[in-house]
């Protein structure tokens, strides 16, 4: 009862957290637009969202990532490592598992996470995560877990960061949520800059990920696709966030990535969902549409394939030390993770042409078969992946 009573307070504040209204930004149509300066957010001062706060401020500079995850600032922060799981609020792992119809009880495969910088808890916060939640050890000692740098050293690792730090946790423990039997790779780019990710999911490729989860976004500059040999590896499932501002962004706009776009729910225990207003979606200003995407609405690439929860209002239960412990998160940084571990269920994961060819196996947020920012919509199951 108690838990259900959580999760239910949780989703009420939903309805505290609307009032603004997103930016209005010109999609990105044909070669040759002028691309729009970044529009302030209503209340946003660098980082905030209504409600929420987003750990990496905007950094528009060309070729520079940002982290995606949003922490609900309505909900203090929980600091006990042994608080019992129906004392944790937000969405747990069985609650994603029914919400997306996912067969956690699969055999997974190992997925890489690249982020940037050093997050020197993370396997702590991981072992906490899924203790609390009764899912199986994932360590360094028995082979499930592995830290390593830029170039697939384990030393030296790059320079810790808090943001980082909180986005790494939370890539964790959602890749553990749908794939509670994975392996996981945490690959540390050396900075934020998307040379420095690109060269990271290089690494990840070479050392055996078949699952590649990006939880960043870069805004889009003229020479983006310089960086999509990073993204481009037959056989290898990339995931990306779709961003958290309302516009396109990269690499959401690579044509060899599943963008995920974000969603609220909107009721329990249906697990209804609707588009959260502040994810990232349009047409690309500079990467032209790719053949698989003919019903997306847009002259070039539209930036969500995809989608899954991102409203830190009804967000996801996570834990970070660097965030004070455990705390709500969302942002489309759930949603790439989130995928990732679906990925890996599926046995045989596949590029974002065969979700579009097997789109009835997600089901649509909204009228049509394809919504601008939840792309074909939620996955139910994995059989589209």
Request: aromatic share 12%; net charge negative; charged share 15%.
């Given at each position: 009862m108690k838990r259900t009573l959580g999760v239910l307070a949780l989703f009420a504040l939903a309805a505290c957290g609307g009032g603004a209204t997103a930016p209005s930004l010109p999609d990105g149509a044909a070669n040759g637009v002028v691309r729009a300066a970044h529009e302030t957010i209503p209340g946003e001062g660098g980082n905030a969202l209504p409600g929420a706060v987003l750990s990496c401020a905007f950094d528009p500079r060309p070729g520079q990532g940002n982290c995606t995850v949003a922490i609900n600032v309505e909900i203090p922060p929980i600091s006990s490592r042994t608080t019992p799981a129906s004392l944790v609020p937000g969405l747990h792992p069985a609650d994603l598992q029914r919400a997306y119809a996912l067969p956690s009880q699969n055999a997974g495969q190992t997925v890489a996470i690249v982020d940037a910088y050093d997050d020197p808890t993370a396997e702590l916060d991981l072992a906490t995560y899924r203790a609390t939640f009764g899912l199986p050890a994932c360590t360094s000692l028995n082979g499930c877990f592995r830290k390593v740098n830029e170039t697939g050293g384990r030393i030296p690792l790059p320079l810790p960061n808090d943001a980082w730090a909180q986005e790494i946790s939370l890539d964790l423990d959602m890749v553990s949520a749908a794939c509670p039997r994975c392996s996981i790779l945490l690959v540390e780019a050396?900075?934020?800059?998307?040379?420095?990710?690109?060269a990271s999911v290089d690494t990840a490729v070479r050392l055996g990920s078949k699952i590649v989860s990006n939880s960043y976004y870069a805004f889009e500059w003229p020479h983006e696709a310089n960086e999509d040999v990073h993204y481009r590896h037959a056989g290898v499932a990339m995931t990306?966030?779709?961003?958290?501002?309302?516009?396109?962004?990269?690499p959401a706009a690579s044509p060899y990535v599943t963008s995920v776009g974000g969603t609220t729910f909107t009721a329990l225990p249906a697990f209804a969902q609707a588009p959260w207003k502040f994810g990232g979606s349009g047409c690309s200003f500079y990467e032209p549409r790719p053949a698989f995407q003919r019903a997306a609405g847009c002259a070039t690439r539209s930036t969500v394939d995809v989608a899954a929860v991102a409203d830190p209002q009804t967000g996801v239960a996570t834990f970070a030390a660097a965030g004070?412990?455990?705390v709500v998160a969302g942002g489309t940084s759930v949603g790439a993770p989130l995928?990732?571990?679906?990925?890996?269920?599926?046995?045989?994961?596949?590029g974002p042409a065969y979700a579009y060819a097997h789109s009835k196996y997600f089901t649509p947020i909204g009228p049509g078969r394809y919504g601008r920012q939840t792309g074909l919509g939620v996955p139910d199951g994995v059989l589209g992946l």
């Open positions: 050396s900075s934020s800059s998307i040379d420095d990710l690109g990306v966030s779709a961003g958290d501002a309302a516009e396109t962004f990269y004070g412990g455990w995928l990732a571990g679906a990925y890996a269920l599926s046995a045989n994961p596949r």
